[in-house]
């Protein structure tokens, strides 16, 4: 792992809502083309984790580096410049837009790229066919499984580097939670780096190159998807029936 | 018919009017989740200074519009910078309050400059007449609707297809999700208030040209006005914001024309409260207001109904210090004496006033603080008071004691009437509602000139007799310093009493959270009618006192700017804390009279405080209960 240079650097990090401390000490690392999975139960703070790697929370405590610069501290638009995108928990998508406007706004940092950015619509229709026919529906009007999709075509079409990765699968359906992954492992083949937030270990180690258990806001286990996965003793005590 | 015809076509260039304001207010709500109480006050501000490009810089009309249209965008963005941003996190209530202060420095300056008259508008459009079939229609009015119009096609195409105007709505709809696409959101914010400075300048631009006037208050009026026709078309959308304007000018002209032209705004406002109360999510029912807790529960930013609360929990909570029921009793003793000691009648007469405001401060503390229900309308309910007492004490000869106690009755019975479209409001929208009731009530005693002989008002109110005491008279300023200070000693004493009760606490918990209040049975309405009936009382009771203090009662006694006042003047206190709005009552009651000739600075420094004490001091002097 050492070889590979470390694009997010979390180090020790606290951070509070109001009087509520969601993360303490928290550390983490993630390398240039790898897939790290955040994972844990409920309230752990994983989505906490991914808010202050966007800006979105502010750590009282520790560091953030993005590429080696600090981004603790940095407002969210300042990240997302660097060339990072947010698949945002619960989809998020604008549910009063057209699905094309909602694909559009992922582009919003590149909106001056206007060239690059029709070629790049032509490919998400061609590999997302169901957005196609439903590019001038509102958002808001499309099922869960559609939406997610949405928000992943929304996030690509950032053209990022790094994505951060809100559980993607909440609510989902099998089929789409496959179709989800199947995105995700497309990505991974290109190249881009991600930081994957989620409940269903299961589906998330199979992509992952490594990840860490959070528990009340601090890491508990970590290591390679693989060891983690086989180690029964994991299995049992923070992934539940995965 | 032909008239029908022509008024339908005239409300429609003063209904394309009010759209522009409307979409002020739908921009900034949509975007920053506020309802911003000074787009009346840019409005006012555009109409000014288009009228000083043009008068005194002899600009022709479109340079003047430009030029007015451009600084006070500027403003816009000034207002979210100075006003808005530094409350980033401060209690949910408090971007309004800031709004409202902001808005009466403004409307304030605005009289200094300009002068507190009415003026006519130096430029004109010719008054050609055209008709349509037997139906006519000026060229103004005609100019007036295509810029209107014009106006309208033009945001809604930036709104629709440029990034910035994507941004803007994607920012609207889900401002969390917007700041991870990379979108600025506090940028953004600034966008749609500088958006709304430059349509509240061009509408104010219109306005002047329909009306051929500029006055300093009429930010005010139109501004009510644009948020009825806003709230009309659902609060955060644009199609609505236009239908809601084109249909409050249409009925607005056709009311006129059909009813008196003096009952213009009056019929106005009672449409705005006529739509809270039937329809409070706006004719194209705006699903957002839902979002936020339901338009019966939290229309506004906040996601509780509780006025104090904050998306912060960093707040540090300030323990609230007030008196007990006694407590009250034993200050008025103290004060009982001060006659003895003291014989200037300027300085009881000073003090008197002060315990009238005291007992008005406080009356407004009860709905604005213990239920919640922000009142800009008091005014409305002081001035019911004190004409009952002006109308019924001379030509009756009714002693003090009748009188009061109708001035009481009367004033308890209008506040409930005018509580039933407030049910079921919350927050901001609530605040509109009682602003459009204090202008009802001020228009009342405008107009309704065969009883309260209007702008005249009532003169030689006699000195009041009490039968109780034995028709003891109380001719003197020392005398009157007695009764005054009896009766609001009584009042406080009452009302402390009640806010200390189960009532009281059934109140506050109505206020922090009104559908819990509702779930576990608590029967709210009746409930919030009974806080408006004792507020009502109460401020019957100050009206009451006042017309005899005063022996004179007279509309300006009751505009908004006094509603303005006891409002700050219970912030200022600490919401719900009644010890709090006494103190605050009484001490910015004779403040001004150590600020003699500074009197047109007054309210520019009760602006001042009260965007001071919202910066330092959101919970008030005393905190807030
Ligand atoms: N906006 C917030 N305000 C207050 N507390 C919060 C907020 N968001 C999260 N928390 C608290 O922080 C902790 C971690 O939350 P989160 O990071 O969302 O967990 P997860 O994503 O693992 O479910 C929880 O205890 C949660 O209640
Ligand atoms: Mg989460």
């Not at chain 1, 050492?2 to 550390?27: E, K």
């Not at chain 2, 304030?108 to 006519?136: C, K, R």
Request: proline share 4%; glycine share 10%.
């Amino acid at each position: 792992m050492a070889d590979i240079a470390p694009r997010i650097v979390i180090d020790a990090i606290d951070v509070h809502y109001g009087a509520v401390q969601a993360l303490f000490g928290l550390s983490l690392t993630v390398g240039d083309g790898e897939v790290v999975s955040v994972l844990g139960g409920n309230a752990s703070g994983k989505s906490t984790t991914i808010k202050s790697v966007l800006g979105l929370v502010r750590p009282t405590k520790g560091t953030i580096t993005l590429d080696g610069l600090r981004v603790d501290g940095q407002r969210p638009d300042a990240i997302i410049g660097r060339g990072v995108a947010s698949v945002p928990e619960g989809r998020r998508v604008f549910p009063d837009m057209s699905v094309y406007e909602n694909l559009l706004l992922g582009a919003y940092p590149r909106r001056r790229e206007a060239k690059d950015l029709a070629g790049d619509l032509e490919r998400v229709y061609e590999a997302f066919p169901r957005l196609k026919e439903r590019r001038a529906q509102l958002a808001g009007t499309m099922s869960g499984g559609e939406q997610q999709m949405l928000a992943l075509a929304r996030a690509w079409l950032r053209r990022p580097s790094l994505v951060c990765i809100d559980e993607p699968s909440m609510g989902l359906s099998p089929r789409f939670v496959d179709q989800v992954y199947e995105v995700l492992h497309g990505w991974k083949a290109q190249g881009i780096t991600i930081l994957l937030v989620e409940q269903n270990a299961r589906m998330a180690l199979e992509l992952a190159d490594r990840a860490y258990v959070l528990q009340h806001g601090r890491v508990a286990v970590s290591g390679t998807a693989r060891e983690l996965a086989s180690d029964p003793q994991v299995r049992k005590a923070y992934l539940g029936a995965a | 018919m032909e008239l029908f015809l022509s008024q339908i076509l005239n409300g429609l260039a003063i209904g394309q009017v009010y759209a522009l304001i409307a979409l002020g207010f739908s921009l900034v709500f949509g975007v920053a989740n506020i309802i911003n109480f000074a787009q009346g006050a840019l409005f006012m501000l555009g109409a000014f200074i288009a009228y000083s490009a043009i008068a005194w810089f002899e600009l022709p009309l479109v340079a003047a519009a430009a030029v007015s249209v451009v600084i006070v965008a500027i403003l816009g963005l000034l207002l979210e910078r100075i006003a808005l941003r530094p409350l980033i996190g401060a209690p949910y209530i408090a971007p309004f309050l800031s709004t409202l202060a902001i808005s009466t420095i403004i409307d304030q300056s605005a009289e200094i400059i300009w002068s507190p008259e009415s003026q006519p508008f130096p430029a004109a459009l010719s008054n050609t007449t055209f008709f349509i079939g037997n139906a006519y229609i000026t060229l103004t009015d005609l100019v007036i609707f295509a810029f209107g119009a014009a106006a309208t096609v033009a945001l809604t195409l930036f709104i629709s297809f440029t990034w910035t105007g994507r941004a803007l709505r994607a920012t609207a709809q889900d401002s969390a999700a917007a700041a991870q696409l990379g979108i600025r959101t506090e940028a953004m914010r600034q966008i749609a208030f500088g958006l709304a400075g430059a349509l509240g300048a061009l509408s104010g631009i219109l306005v002047a040209l329909y009306f051929q006037s500029v006055f300093p208050q009429m930010g005010i009026p139109f501004g009510l006005k644009g948020f009825a026709a806003a709230l009309l078309g659902g609060l955060a959308s644009i199609p609505g914001a236009v239908v809601g304007g084109l249909l409050l000018g249409i009925g607005e002209t056709l009311a006129s024309a059909y009813v008196g032209d003096s009952y213009r705004d009056a019929i106005a406002f009672t449409l705005l409260l006529l739509m809270l109360l039937v329809k409070p999510n706006g004719l194209l029912g705006s699903k957002r207001l839902d979002a936020l807790g339901g338009a019966g529960a939290a229309a506004g930013a906040m996601p509780t109904t509780s006025l104090l609360a904050s998306s912060s929990s960093q707040q540090t909570a300030i323990r609230a210090v007030y008196l007990p029921a006694w407590g009250f009793l034993v200050v008025g003793i103290a004060f009982a004496t001060v006659p003895l000691v003291l014989t200037s009648t300027y300085v009881l007469q000073a003090l008197i006033y002060g315990f009238i405001f005291a007992l008005l401060a406080v009356s407004t503390s009860l709905v604005s603080g213990s239920v919640g229900i922000l009142s800009i309308g008091h005014a409305a309910f002081f001035g019911v008071g004190a004409y009952a007492v002006g109308i019924l004490a001379r030509p009756y000869g009714l002693s003090a004691d009748a009188t009061l106690l109708v001035a009481i009755a009367l004033t308890a019975l209008v506040a409930v009437v005018a509580a039933i479209p407030l049910l079921r409001l919350t927050g901001h929208t609530a605040a509109l509602g009682t602003l459009a009731i204090g202008q009802i009530g001020f228009l009342v005693f405008l107009n309704w000139v065969s009883v309260t002989r209007g702008p005249m008002g009532i003169l030689n109110i006699p000195h009041p007799v009490l039968e109780i005491l034995g028709g003891a008279r109380f001719a003197t300023t020392a005398q009157k310093y007695w009764l005054v200070l009896g009766f609001v000693v009584i009042g406080l004493v009452i009302a402390e009493r009640y806010v200390s009760s189960p009532i009281g606490r059934v109140w506050r918990a109505i206020r922090e959270d009104r559908l819990a209040a509702q779930a576990s049975g608590l029967p709210v309405k009746r409930y919030i009618l009974l806080a408006f009936a004792i507020s009502g009382a109460l401020a019957g009771l100050a009206g009451g006192l006042f017309a005899y203090v005063q022996q004179v009662v007279s509309p300006e006694s009751f505009t908004v700017e006094t509603s303005i006042l006891v409002l700050t003047m219970a912030v200022l206190g600490g919401l719900g804390n009644f010890t709090g709005a006494a103190v605050s009552g009484f001490a910015l009651a004779i403040l001004p009279e150590f600020l003699r000739g500074f009197a047109e600075w007054r309210m520019i420094i009760y602006g001042l405080l009260l965007l001071a004490a919202l910066r330092v001091r959101p919970q008030g002097l005393l905190g807030a209960r």
